[in-house]
């Protein structure tokens, strides 16, 4: 299993960014996606969860809600994030993850990207 992020970068407050996770080495149209962020020096923050399938149910965490949008491409192989109105205190590493199971089933997740940096500034 192996997932990629990319499309973080410093960006001035208020601006938008859209993150990609492509993914390989499993069958992703099976599996619940997540997107997890951590700050510097702070710990792990779920931010939103997308389910296996057609992907037609997300949740968020109440601090992005209205702000990210989490969708999938199963043809690509592909999840992102969808970020608007950034804010300095989404300056994080965001992470996605992979659960085991194909509907949303709490934080459960067994693989891991390294993760893409995005920087807010303002």
């Known amino acids: 299993v192996q997932l990629v992020e990319s499309g973080g970068g410093l960006v001035q407050a208020g601006g938008s960014l859209r993150l990609s996770c492509a993914a390989s080495?499993?069958?992703?149209?099976?599996?619940?996606l997540n997107w997890v962020r951590q700050a510097p020096g702070k710990g792990l923050e779920w931010v939103s969860s997308i389910n296996g399938y057609d992907g037609g149910s997300a949740t968020y965490a109440d601090s992005v809600k209205g702000r990210f949008t989490i969708s999938r491409d199963n043809a690509k192989n592909t999840l992102y994030l969808q970020i608007y109105s950034l804010k300095p205190e989404d300056t994080a590493v965001y992470y996605c993850?992979?659960?085991?199971?194909?509907?949303?089933?709490?934080?459960?997740?067994?693989?891991w990207g390294k993760g893409t940096l995005v920087t807010v500034s303002g």
């Open positions: 080495g499993f069958l992703f149209s099976s599996y619940t």
């Open positions: 993850a992979k659960s085991p199971y194909t509907a949303i089933n709490g934080y459960a997740m067994d693989y």
